[in-house]
């Protein structure tokens, strides 16, 4: 009996921890279960957070791309340029250059088939341009020049002066009177005509920026071109005093 009763007490105490045991892992399985209900609010949360982040990403992009595109908004949007010589070379890569940057052009040259091809060329770009004939030695020419600029665009805002001629080579004493005073009526007087036509418009549209044509040989003697590089070296002078005429008003002449 009395090992019986042992025997009953030890079966009791191991039920006892049996029961124990199994409240224990209950209460596990519940700490489990809590772990696992936390973890996956962190990651529901974790995946809104991820979701917000994309999103914000998606914005601060769209932002950044519609910040770059207006700084790509060049300030020549609605602006007018006057290109002269600009059927080919530096006249027509200036004048396409223009209508790339938004300017409104006014095409200017004697040539008036590859003229008209350089407008042609800028309509092409998506750009707005006119053809003028002028003969920028002639008073009249210029005078047409610059006023279509005025009644097509109702402004004038840059001018790049580039026509111009070598004219025929030879020493100065040999250089004819005719060469001379063509190649001083285009490079040099033309300058100075176009200028004297733009500047008004310029004050009137509140300032602009002139960009008149030089030459190295505006710097330095060329052997065998007089009227070439007496021109240029004038119009390197020419285009200095009027930048210090018209500093203080707006208007910038290089």
């Not at 750009?127 to 002028?134: D, E, K, L, Y």
């Not at 190295?216 to 060329?222: D, K, N």
Request: overall charge negative; hydrophobic content about 45%.
């Amino acid at each position: 009996s009395t090992e019986l009763d042992a025997q009953l007490t030890r079966l009791t105490s191991r039920i006892q921890f049996v029961d124990k045991l199994e409240a224990r892992i209950n209460t596990l399985h519940v700490m489990t279960a809590d772990v696992d209900r936390k973890l996956a609010e962190q990651l529901a949360r974790r995946t809104e957070l991820d979701t917000l982040k994309t999103q914000c990403d998606g914005v601060v992009a769209q932002m950044l791309d519609a910040q770059q595109k207006l700084e790509q908004v060049s300030a020549m949007q609605g602006k007018v340029a006057i290109v002269t010589g600009a059927s080919a070379g530096i006249g027509r890569a200036a004048a396409l250059a223009f209508a790339r940057e938004g300017a409104s052009v006014v095409v200017g040259d004697v040539d008036t088939e590859r003229g008209e091809k350089t407008v042609a060329e800028i309509q092409g770009i998506g750009g707005s341009a006119v053809f003028v004939h002028a003969d920028v030695s002639k008073p009249d020419d210029v005078v047409a020049l610059t006023s279509a600029a005025v009644e097509q665009y109702g402004r004038l805002d840059y001018a790049f002066n580039n026509a111009g001629i070598e004219g025929t080579p030879a020493p100065t004493a040999d250089c004819a009177l005719d060469n001379w005073n063509r190649t001083i009526g285009v490079n040099l007087s033309g300058v100075f005509l176009c200028m004297r036509e733009e500047i008004p418009q310029m004050l009137a549209s509140g300032g602009g920026v002139i960009v008149n044509n030089a030459s190295v040989a505006g710097l330095v003697g060329f052997e065998g071109i007089p009227a070439y590089t007496a021109s240029k070296h004038v119009v390197v002078g020419l285009t200095k005093t009027a930048a210090l005429d018209y500093a203080t008003q707006g208007i910038r002449a290089t």
